[in-house]
């Protein structure tokens, strides 16, 4: 796990923590499956990686869209065709967000889906849970 050091002036450094982006993902499904029981209806969309040219051109010619979210919750709720997240380290918040990643959040949210940023696992499960809820 990264460790970040404390930006404090004191002598002693505390360390904190942080998990991965890949980290929280897994809690995140883990529980969706384990706890809230959700099976096939919550798809986790592997658009991430590192590929040779060739064959990210190749997944290009066939689909393949920069700036899918991560997770899509394929159930409608009584406002939203489906939720779709897509998911940050829980340290994020103020980081740049990718350009593709607002666009396709802005084409789902123009179509009538629900899109949004998790910043971390427990983050993810409170934007599905209000989404189940029809909270959102």
């Known amino acids: ?24 993902c ?13 099976g096939k ?6 658009n991430e990686g590192r590929r040779d040219a060739w064959y990210g051109e190749a997944l290009s010619r066939i ?4 700036g899918v979210c991560d997770y899509t919750y394929i ?15 829980r340290d994020g918040y103020h980081k740049p967000k990718h350009k593709d990643q607002d666009e396709f959040i802005a ?4 179509h009538g889906h629900y899109a949004a940023y998790a910043y971390g696992w427990e983050d993810a499960v409170r934007i599905l849970q ?3 809820a029809d909270e959102l």
């Open 41 to 46: 209806t919550i798809i986790h969309n592997a």
């Open 1 to 24: 796990m990264p460790r970040i050091r404390s930006t404090s002036k004191s002598k002693k450094h505390t360390v904190k923590d942080i998990p991965t982006e890949y980290q929280e």
């Open 26 to 38: 897994k809690t995140f499904y883990q529980y969706t499956q384990s706890f809230l029981r959700l």
């Open 63 to 66: 689909g393949l869209t920069r």
């Open 107 to 110: 084409v789902l949210r123009a």
């Open 75 to 89: 159930v409608p709720n009584k406002k939203y065709h489906s939720l779709w997240l897509e998911m940050k380290r």
């Open 130 to 132: 209000a989404y189940m």
